[in-house]
């Protein structure tokens, strides 16, 4: 199974496509939907599913065109189970970037559980802080994690936004993602990918974890 990191629209927001053969699953497909939809094609890639971090604008905005194209439901988390079609919510409306908008997700998941789709298994865990409805999805098999805006390389999630916690965002790194295996790799909503024993090491706002 591969990764790829395809940095989509004005804020170069990190859309990841993880694949298995011709069948494949998209995390937060911010932006530029026609060429994400030509690069998948390319390929003959099937996304089976478009998996969100949270709901943030950059990270939503080409979602109705992949679901459109190739009928793949959407997941989201129950605590932004309205954002995708509130440009309040949302941030688009903030940030003077037009009404971004989507449709509202298939699946709504609540639980930390395993997600089964297709050949793909996932340990989800719901990291709020950055926005109240943050997942990372853990790929065990892949050794790597799908950390949205939760944790970066030298940084962590911003906390400004509406439903931002700064403590809860140092929490949910701390209980939930320093605890997975030190080789694995966290593949951030911006930025380079990097791992979780560089970031215990060296992360500026991680001292003392």
Same mark, same amino acid.
Not at 179 to 208: Q, W
């Given at each position: 199974?591969?990764?790829?990191?395809?940095?989509?629209?004005?804020?170069?927001?990190?859309?990841?496509?993880?694949?298995?053969?011709?069948?494949?699953?998209?995390?937060?497909?911010?932006?530029?939907?026609?060429? %994400?939809? +030509?690069?998948?094609?390319?390929?003959?890639?099937?996304?089976?599913?478009?998996?969100?971090?949270?709901?943030?604008?950059?990270?939503?905005?080409?979602?109705?065109?992949?679901?459109?194209?190739?009928?793949?439901?959407?997941?989201?988390?129950?605590?932004?189970?309205?954002?995708?079609?509130?440009?309040e919510l949302?941030?688009?409306?903030?940030?003077?970037?037009?009404?971004?908008?989507?449709?509202?997700?298939?699946?709504?998941?609540?639980?930390?559980? +395993?997600?089964?789709?297709?050949?793909?298994?996932?340990?989800?865990?719901?990291?709020p802080?950055?926005s109240?409805?943050?997942?990372?999805?853990?790929?065990?098999?892949?050794?790597?994690?799908?950390?949205?805006?939760?944790?970066?390389?030298?940084?962590?999630g911003?906390?400004?936004?509406?439903?931002?916690?700064?403590q809860?965002?140092?929490?949910?790194?701390h209980?939930?993602? %320093?605890?997975?295996?030190? +080789?694995?790799?966290? %593949?951030?909503?911006?930025?380079?990918?990097?791992?979780?024993?560089?970031?215990?090491?060296?992360?500026?706002?991680?001292?003392?974890f």
């Open positions: 199974m591969d990764w790829t990191q395809l940095p989509l629209g004005p804020l170069a927001t990190n859309c990841y496509v993880l694949s298995h053969k011709k069948e494949c699953v998209i995390f937060d497909p911010g932006s530029e939907g026609e060429s %994400l939809t +030509e690069w998948l094609n390319e390929r003959s890639l099937k996304p089976l599913a478009v998996l969100l971090t949270h709901a943030h604008f950059d990270h939503i905005g080409a979602i109705e065109h992949i679901r459109q194209t190739f009928n793949s439901p959407v997941y989201i988390h129950k605590a932004e189970e309205q954002w995708l079609e509130n440009p949302n941030g688009s409306s903030r940030f003077g970037m037009g009404a971004i908008t989507a449709s509202p997700a298939d699946f709504i998941l609540e639980k930390e559980e +395993e997600l089964i789709i297709g050949p793909f298994q996932f340990k989800l865990f719901h990291t802080g950055h109240p409805g943050s997942i990372s999805y853990y790929f065990e098999e892949g050794g790597s994690l799908f950390a949205g805006d939760t944790l970066f390389m030298g940084s962590i911003r906390t400004d936004l509406p439903g931002g916690n700064h809860d965002l140092l929490d949910s790194i209980n939930k993602l %320093l605890s997975l295996p030190e +080789e694995t790799i966290v %593949l951030p909503g911006h930025g380079p990918a990097t791992s979780i024993v560089s970031e215990m090491d060296s992360n500026p706002f991680l001292n003392g």
